[in-house]
T-cell receptor, first 112, second 111 residues
Framework: EAQVTQNPRYLITVTGKKLTVTCSQN?????MSWYRQDPGLGLRQIYY???????DKGDVPEGYKVSRKEKRNFPLILESPSPNQTSLYFC???????????FGSGTRLTVV | GDSVTQMEGPVTLSEEAFLTINCTYT??????LFWYVQYPGEGLQLLLK?????DKGSNKGFEATYRKETTSFHLEKGSVQVSDSAVYFC??????????FGTGTSLTVIP
């Protein structure tokens, strides 16, 4: 089944403790992207990647890192999480943006 | 700058009512336009899309027409069902790399 898989689905952590949210797609998509969803703000793009070893900042990249060492994986790294990064995070992938993205089921992160 | 403005919710309708969710965009060039739907506890799913002016996207009874002259892409459905209850997001992509999403419109359909 074609899908984007994120892990974990839920995560509670403490301020400053490094964490990684994994994202994997099995559709051989070139484009991958991370978004955060917050009430009243919709979805905001954090980082995106056009291919292996090619990444770029979205609208809200501060406090996040990404890497794209393999085509199928695009992990989101929070080196020192803070409470304002409490949010619902989505990973997405696609052949090219004009065709739309396939989204993962989301990761709800709480930083206390 | 580039942005999407969509109708604020929440919207509550009775089953079989007509639905319109307004969406307008500000973008340079000729963006591709999308509607996504998010059911409770799930990720976003592509509902329909249109890639050029006057194109009509349609899926599951939903329709939206790319109106370049009014920079709009309103979502419509003639007869909503309880199962249509979800959050709907309007979006566009200008370069193929970055998507711009609206803030979402929550729809509840009551029997």
């Amino acid at each position: 089944e074609a899908q984007v898989t994120q892990n974990p689905r839920y995560l509670i952590t403490v301020t400053g403790k490094k964490l990684t949210v994994t994202c994997s797609q099995n559709m051989n998509h070139e484009y991958m992207s991370w978004y955060r969803q917050d009430p009243g703000l919709g979805l905001r793009q954090i980082y995106y990647s056009m291919n292996v070893e090619v990444t770029d900042k979205g609208d809200v990249p501060e406090g996040y890192k990404v890497s794209r060492k393999e085509k199928r994986n695009f992990p989101l790294i929070l080196e020192s999480p803070s409470p304002n990064q409490t949010s619902l995070y989505f990973c997405a992938s696609g052949m090219a943006g004009y065709y739309g993205y396939t989204f993962g089921s989301g990761t709800r992160l709480t930083v206390v | 700058g580039d942005s999407v403005t969509q109708m604020e919710g929440p919207v509550t309708l009775s089953e079989e009512a007509f639905l319109t969710i307004n969406c307008t965009y500000t973008a340079t060039g000729y963006p591709s336009l999308f509607w996504y739907v998010q059911y409770p506890g799930e990720g976003l799913q592509l509902l329909l899309k249109a890639t050029k002016a006057d194109d009509k996207g349609s899926n599951k009874g939903f329709e939206a027409t790319y109106r370049k002259e009014t920079t709009s892409f309103h979502l419509e459905k003639g007869s909503v069902q309880v199962s249509d209850s979800a959050v709907y997001f309007c979006a566009f992509s200008n370069t193929g790399n970055q998507f711009y999403f609206g803030t979402g419109t929550s729809l509840t359909v009551i029997p």
